[in-house]
């Protein structure tokens, strides 16, 4: 049975909610599910942007053919040729085999490496602010590469003011029937999601982001239609805000998050009691994680919140505990930098982990890394916490 919601009176979500993937990317655990938004033009030629990941294929296919209602596609824009929406372009060139694909040409690049679909014919190859006119409405296409990979483009339809943002402007969690951002708390419920999601697929490439920013600044957008998570039709700048901060990688709020890592307990007495000596000096809202306990999309995601940012880890194998050395590999990974960063090491004999730390967090860019605490296996009366403690109380006043 169909389950799409109109947009406007001619654009209708034909996507589909899947609360039944653990983990997005086989890596990203989802609670909350994702949606996979696709929408359908009902213009004089009928458009459809992009498709879905198979895990939605039977829903989607029910609700283009309903909306569609008899009639033929035209268009099927591709934005994006990630599998997780174009995973059922195939069965749409089944149903509907006179569609037209839009793509670019890194597009038609990686259907030819996907699939082996013979498109002689059905393919429509669009470069920069080329523009389709579909009746009332015209898409203007505006490449994005690397947001988030290499093909990704954006399509903008002026009579509507709508952009199609493709992976931009999107978050995990699934849709619970509520569509646009003025039915929902974002900011109470999808933020935390909408960090993780951009931080983690997207935040590797903060400058490719800042130029889709600044080319959408040239155009006039009232709404914007992304590939995952819910429409906004209001309040835009409260998120274009967060993208500005994310792909400049500026902390979004003044404050410390303490990530440790601890075999028996000794390293989380200290972060513990270094946690206590900051509340202590005034410091609010202090996060703190079990890095053997958390995953590390959300250590990334409150990496890329938090001004201050606290490592505490036991030497291991003479080197780094493994699960903090993964966390500093995906902190480089994601490009984080710009923030001030606290080591605390721990370790019985051999205490290396602190200098091996340093050097990892050396590589990032414009860190600024404190002198680093050592902990002789377990927290002593001489243990420098209340220095440590009063740097930071003061530098977050
Ligand atoms: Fe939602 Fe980059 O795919």
């Known amino acids: 049975m169909q389950c799409t919601r109109n947009i406007t009176e001619d654009l209708v979500w034909v996507g589909g909610n899947d609360r039944r993937k653990a983990l997005f990317e086989n890596i990203f655990p989802i609670p909350r599910g994702v949606s996979y938004n696709s929408y359908v033009l009902l213009d004089e030629k009928t458009v459809l942007l992009d498709t879905v990941d198979d895990a939605v294929r039977g829903q989607f296919l029910e609700n283009v053919a309903g909306v569609l209602d008899g009639r033929k596609l035209d268009y099927l824009v591709v934005n994006h040729m990630e599998p997780d929406h174009c995973a059922v372009i195939g069965d749409i060139l089944l149903r509907y085999p006179e569609v037209q694909i839009v793509g670019n040409a890194k597009t038609f690049q990686m259907i030819g490496q996907f699939f082996e679909y013979d498109l002689s014919g059905n393919s429509v190859v669009v470069k920069e602010m080329d523009t389709l006119k579909t009746g009332k409405h015209e898409l203007t296409f505006v490449m994005a590469p690397m947001v988030h ?40 419920d999808w933020l935390d999601d909408a960090r993780r ?50 792909s400049t990688y500026e902390p979004e709020d003044k404050a410390v998050m303490i990530a440790y890592a601890s075999m028996y307990g000794n390293t989380e007495a200290a972060a513990n009691q270094l946690a206590n000596l900051l509340a202590q000096k005034g410091v609010q809202n202090i996060a703190m994680y079990d890095v053997s306990n958390t995953h590390v999309s959300t250590l990334i995601a409150e990496c890329f919140r938090c001004s201050h940012i606290v490592l505490a880890a036991p030497t291991y194998n003479g080197g780094i505990y493994p699960v903090m050395e993964n966390f500093l590999t995906d902190m480089k990974a994601l490009n984080v930098q710009k923030r001030t960063v606290a080591i605390l090491e721990n370790g019985t004999w051999a205490v290396t982990a602190g200098k091996q730390m340093r050097a990892m967090l050396e590589e990032m860019k414009e860190m600024e890394i404190m002198d680093t605490v050592t902990i002789k296996s377990a927290l002593h009366d001489d243990t420098p916490l209340e220095k440590l403690a009063e740097t930071i109380a003061t530098q977050l006043a």
């Open 197 to 246: 999601y951009y931080t983690n697929i997207v935040g590797k490439y903060g400058v490719q982001t800042q130029n889709l920013l600044k080319k959408a600044a040239t155009l006039d957008i009232q709404m914007i239609c992304p590939l995952h998570g819910p429409i906004w039709r209001s309040d835009l700048g409260y998120i274009l805000d967060k993208y500005t901060k994310w």
């Open 149 to 188: 990979w290499p093909e990704a483009m954006v399509a903008y339809d002026a009579s509507t003011k709508t952009l199609f943002s493709a992976d931009a402007f999107g978050t995990f969690g699934a849709l619970n029937g509520n569509l646009f951002n003025d039915e929902i708390d974002f900011d109470r």
